[in-house]
């Protein structure tokens, strides 16, 4: 069965655990398209807006949208339901930490994500209904 990218995208970015980040950049770097960061963005844009993410609706209820940000380490949404504010407090709830700039640590908070194998091997499971 073939997945479209935006699926993808979301199986990939349920696999960032609590208390870590990564970016649009690295997520479409993961999925073999480095020049795909904007429509990682426009993927994730697309979710509906459950606070937190829960569930597993097949509309991606359940992705962790807020450990997405941009490669300089910061928020960068300006989508009204998945707001910078909601964002920025959810990952603080997370153990996630700014600095004075509204900046990220990568050393500390950085997901390292995963190898091309396991990549290909979670594109090709077969998701499960709740």
């Known amino acids: 069965m073939i997945i479209g990218f935006f ?8 696999q960032v655990p609590p208390g870590k980040v990564t970016s649009y950049g690295t997520i479409a770097r993961m999925l073999g398209h480095p020049r795909a960061a904007r429509t990682v963005g426009w993927a994730l844009h697309s979710l509906p807006s459950s606070v937190p993410p829960t569930g597993g609706d097949e509309r991606g209820g359940d992705v962790p949208w807020h450990r997405v940000i941009n490669s300089q380490g910061r928020i960068s949404t300006s989508c009204r339901e998945h707001s910078a504010g909601l964002q920025h407090a959810l990952l603080e709830t997370e153990g996630i930490e700014f600095d004075e700039h509204g900046t990220v640590d990568w050393d500390r908070f950085g997901w390292v994500g995963l190898s091309w194998p396991e990549v290909e091997e979670l594109m090709t499971l077969r998701q499960v209904s709740p």
Do not use: H, K, M
Request: zero cysteines.
């Open 7 to 14: 699926e993808q995208v979301y199986r990939l970015v349920r």
